[in-house]
């Protein structure tokens, strides 16, 4: 039998764990699903953040996007971007990840290194990165004076190069992320397998191939998911490097929704949109996660 | 045995949380004083000590009241005023709007229409629907070709153009020469737009001046002939090779230091690039009005102005005589004349009571304001009923940028015909 301490200390552990649990759940329904409920209400009706009052107008904002040219171009920017990038940022992790698997200092201090950009707030990597692609940065002026350019290249200023820019900078990002993400992955690969491949003459790429890569599954599942929907939410660094410009063609989906909602003044439509948003997130996420849980299973 | 205390720890999480989100407004009353929250925008020029300064000063002349200031996150305090609102905390001032957009919800208070007559020279500058929600302090001319005299001189150029095909002469005599005949910070969307606000203005409502007004009452289009007629001058400058090929991707920022070190021989741009011509060469620079095909001179102008009042603010009147003292303090247009090349409207001024030290070319553009000739509403940047709707800003600037490399232009004014049906309903 316990002695009434015990259960007065079991009591009180519990209590402090309801407590934590309650915050969180508190935190969770007000900052998440209040914000959701609000926003899903807003997507029927005609709401102006300048109005008072608002009308209930039903499916209209949805129909409506069907013919909206502008969220048909943002969207097919934001889901090229996202999956490019995912792509890059995921080959450049396990890249990075096999060269930073060592343990001495230089190359923890290396794997610091690399997680920088994501530590960095969008709007500074924004802005470093705009020094060096507008027209008269860094990158112009280096390839200019080095002769490999006769003429500064508008790296920001047309619509595929903005697009190729915007690209590099989020996979520069990210691939901070997915290089830790895979460390981590590659580092509890038990040492005994690679043993045995040594063993059993298994080296080099094959190595790779045969147990690394299928080993890195579960970090695969984790770094693409994660890539992809920070990608399809993407809104800082867009906003500072092009403002979604020139003409448009880099307005990602969530810089749509803000423009509607604060420029236009159509908070119902933007609260549409962004159902949307959520809906094609919900979505490639997924499906995503279920095609690389499905083979991590098989592997 | 968990659920109970999960529960109502639950119900208290969510009830501090709660308490925690329910803003104070940041106004009322202060220890006998009345608290009002003032919009604001920081530039370099119009830095946070000249806000301070200028809250102080107005504040002294203000009894009772007590300024707090809010500093908008960007230059766009409308949609920081939109978003503020949307959260219920519109303030109870907000400088340099465009009422236009707030006007409509019943969001600000007009000022006094007998102090308005009283003490500006063009009182209805910024008129809407015969209100007046910001006191026309001030004024612009959006846009103004600034042209370097000696590149002028290096190409051959005499004189500074008087119509288009002088324009178009002296662009070419430039190129020839290896100059890059006009200055574009296509970068971004409000400077990319400056040479079609230029030829709209001075072809389209220069010749009718209510284009605007018939626009709203759908009796033009921005598809009409003499619209694409007018666009295409645009597309002719760029086909020509007369901007920077890789102009799309210059900031407005360095869009300012490439003219004024001599890159590009003109620059068309709003009167407020005069608060950034260089001193020490500033007798280098000129202004022309943008060139009509007849050579007759249209000025696209802007009344400019200090603070709006909200119609909700604690104490309207309170809030009415600060904005009164702001706006008529010539310390605070000192700084706005010199840095930010703002034309004082203040009747009964000459620039010499403003104790300000400005170039020739001020002088020269300012002059523009004063002459009896044919002034209209700059595009995108009336603050008057000629002003866009709410969103179609952004719409005219991308339409400005794509057509800079497509060729379509019926079809970018089509489209913005288009949004101005969304934008207007």
């Known amino acids: ?299 | 045995m968990i659920r109970k205390p999960l529960l109502a720890a639950g119900v208290a999480g969510l009830l501090a949380l709660t308490a925690a989100c329910g803003s104070g407004d940041g106004g009322g009353k202060e220890s006998g004083e009345t608290a009002l929250t003032y919009l604001v925008f920081e530039t370099p020029s119009l830095d946070a000590k000249f806000w301070d300064d200028s809250i102080t000063a107005a504040t002294t002349q203000t009894p009772g009241v007590k300024i707090n200031k809010i500093v908008a996150p960007s230059t766009d305090r409308d949609g920081y005023a939109k978003q503020l609102q949307q959260s219920g905390q519109f303030p109870d001032l907000l400088q340099s709007i465009t009422p236009s957009n707030f006007v409509g919800a019943g969001l600000l208070k007009p000022y006094d229409k007998t102090w308005i007559d009283a003490n500006f020279l063009l009182p209805s500058a910024n008129s809407l629907k015969g209100e007046v929600y910001i006191p026309p302090t001030n004024s612009q001319i959006v846009p103004q070709v600034y042209y370097n005299k000696k590149l002028f001189t290096d190409a051959g150029i005499t004189t500074a153009p008087k119509n288009w095909q002088e324009f178009l002469d002296a662009c070419a005599k430039l190129k020839a020469k290896g100059i890059n005949p006009i200055e574009l910070g296509g970068a971004d969307p409000f400077a990319a737009s400056m040479p079609l606000v230029g030829i709209i203005s001075a072809d389209i409502l220069g010749k009718n001046k209510n284009w605007l007004q018939d626009r709203y009452a759908d009796k033009v289009k921005f598809a009409d002939a003499d619209m694409v007629t007018a666009v295409n001058k645009y597309r002719t400058l760029v086909t020509s090779g007369y901007f920077d090929k890789g102009a799309l991707g210059v900031k407005y920022a360095d869009s300012i230091t490439r003219f004024t070190t001599g890159k590009s021989a003109m620059y068309p741009m709003g009167s407020w690039f005069l608060g950034s011509v260089p001193k020490d060469t500033a007798d280098n620079f000129g202004s022309f009005p943008w060139p009509t095909d007849s050579g007759d001179v249209v000025v696209p102008f802007v009344g400019g102005g200090s603070m709006a009042i909200s119609a909700k603010a604690k104490d309207t009147a309170l809030a009415e005589k600060f904005g009164q003292a702001w706006s008529l303090n010539p310390a605070n247009l000192k700084a706005l004349i010199e840095t930010d090349g703002a034309f004082p409207m203040i009747k009964g001024k000459t620039l010499e009571d403003y104790n300000v030290t400005v170039t020739k070319v001020f002088e020269e553009s300012y002059a523009y304001v004063g002459q009896d000739n044919n002034k209209v509403s700059a595009i995108g940047w009336a603050t008057n009923d000629d002003a866009l709707p709410a969103g179609l800003n952004d719409a005219f600037y991308a339409a400005a940028q794509a057509l800079f490399t497509k060729d379509d232009v019926a079809g970018e004014l089509k489209k913005l015909d288009e949004a101005w049906k969304t934008a207007a309903q």
């Open chain 1, 1 to 299: 039998m316990e002695d009434r301490r015990t259960v007065r200390k079991r009591n009180s552990g519990e209590r402090g764990l309801a407590l934590l649990a309650a915050l969180a759940l508190g935190l969770y329904l007000v900052f998440l699903v209040l914000p959701l409920l609000l926003s899903l209400r807003s997507s029927f009706t005609n709401e102006n953040p300048l109005k008072a009052q608002n009308d209930f107008i039903g499916l209209a904002n949805y129909t409506e996007m069907a013919g909206d040219d502008q969220l048909r171009a943002s969207l097919t920017f934001t889901l090229i971007l996202a999956f490019g990038v995912t792509i890059a940022a995921n080959a450049l992790g396990v890249g990075f990840a096999l060269l930073l698997n060592r343990t001495s200092l230089s190359y923890r201090v290396m794997r610091t290194v690399a997680f920088l950009p994501q530590v960095l707030s969008g709007v500074i990597v924004a802005f470093v990165w705009q020094t060096i692609l507008t027209q008269n940065g860094l990158l112009n002026t280096a390839l200019v004076n080095l002769r490999i350019l006769d003429e500064p290249y508008p790296w920001l200023g047309s619509p595929h190069a903005a697009l190729f820019s915007i690209g590099l900078v989020v996979t520069w990002v990210m691939s901070g992320f997915t290089t830790v993400v895979y460390l981590a992955a590659l580092q509890s690969i038990p040492l005994e397998l690679h043993d045995m491949a040594s063993l059993d003459g298994v080296r080099g790429t094959q190595r790779f191939r045969k147990i690394t890569w299928p080993m890195l599954a579960p970090g695969t599942t984790i770094s693409v998911t994660i890539s992809l929907i920070t990608v399809l939410k993407l809104y800082d660094i867009i906003t500072v490097l092009t403002g979604g410009g020139p003409a448009n063609s880099t307005q990602s989906t969530a810089l749509y929704i803000v423009k509607l909602a604060f420029t236009s003044d159509r908070v119902g439509y933007a609260s549409a949109v962004a159902m949307l948003l959520l809906g094609i997130s919900a979505l490639v996420a997924l499906t995503v996660t279920g095609a690389l849980r499905r083979r991590e299973v098989s592997l």
